[in-house]
């Protein structure tokens, strides 16, 4: 009978990919080497001035390393902080999950059971609003714009829930339902559930005057350097950070709470093939091997799901991804229109591995 198992076993595992037997995609001291050699050559060529990357391996910072200058006169160095862009969505996304994990939020229930909608947005009557929930905002199934036009009113394109459109619209419809609950800010939130507890002090959704020295300042396509916006509190795009502290933050995502990650690591919806943004009408294919869960996109690989975000905001560009199975991971934070060009070269270099979910992006392009 054991022989019979293991032949079984054998001929089964022989139907098996290769790809099935790939090693995990984890840095070691080659990609170190070749890294250090690879990522100025890749910045001269894509005209990045400067650079911020940290690389995870068993559940620790293994590697962290500075390029170029943040500004006209000085280099980029670990507490160099970045626009982190729409990695703020994340971030924010673990605190909805949070409470909804203390069930202070239903993830299913409309919006509009806890806030009056009219009253923190500039939106259409339209009655669809009722059907917004938590869930579909984290997804980007709102039916919402990314960002509505200049002095427009919001309105909703599709039918809530029907399918992928990112959205930056909906985050901040659900930052102000989640003040409302809470009766905090979103920074007051971020600083005792993240910032605080992971010890992440170059970070925040507002601007701090201890920025003023410290920050990075972005870069257009030819290298000129772009005046820097000082945000307000907004879930989708306003976090201010260095690559040190999101991969604290990453660390703490992959060995914290298991139901949190499983809600986040759970397709919630395939991405469409042909578009990022604005998608909407209903898709005609699908993106293969790509989909979003809450709060961050879905790959598949060898090692089971990664989780990945990217971020644009302009002049500052950035990206992440995480293999929760290996504990293993990357961030890159970019004062560069032209930061996500050298991604999939600096990902494939550190893991060994390319990544398809910013090919998707970049043929994509919003």
Known sequence: MARALAAGLVAALSLLPLAAFAAPPVPDGASIAALEKRVPELMRDAKVPGLSIALIRDGKIYWRQSFGRKDASHPVTEATTFEAASLSKVVFATIVLKLADEGRIDLDAPLTRYVDTRQVLDVREDPRLSAITARMVLSHRTGFPDWRPNGGALQIHFPPGDHFSYSGEGFIYLQRAVETITGKGLEELARENVFGPLGMTSSSYVWRPDFVDGTAIGHDKDGAPQPKKKRDAMAAYSLQTNA??????????????????????????????????????????????????????????????????????????????????????????????????????????ALGSGQPAIRWVLANPS
């Open 244 to 349: 040190v502290d999101y991969a604290r933050f990453l660390i703490a995502l992959m060995k914290g709470s298991r139901k949190i990650l499983a809600e986040m690591e759970t397709a919630e919806t395939p991405v469409p093939k042909d578009c990022t943004v604005q998608c909407f009408d209903k898709p005609g294919a699908f993106a293969p091997g790509l989909a979003w869960g809450l709060g961050v996109g879905l790959e598949d690989t060898p090692e089971g799901k990664a989780l990945w975000h990217w971020g644009d905001n302009g002049a500052f560009k950035a990206y992440m991804v995480a293999y929760p199975k290996a504990r293993s991971g990357l961030v890159m934070f970019a004062n560069s229109e032209n930061g996500l060009d050298i991604v999939d070269e600096i990902a494939k270099t």
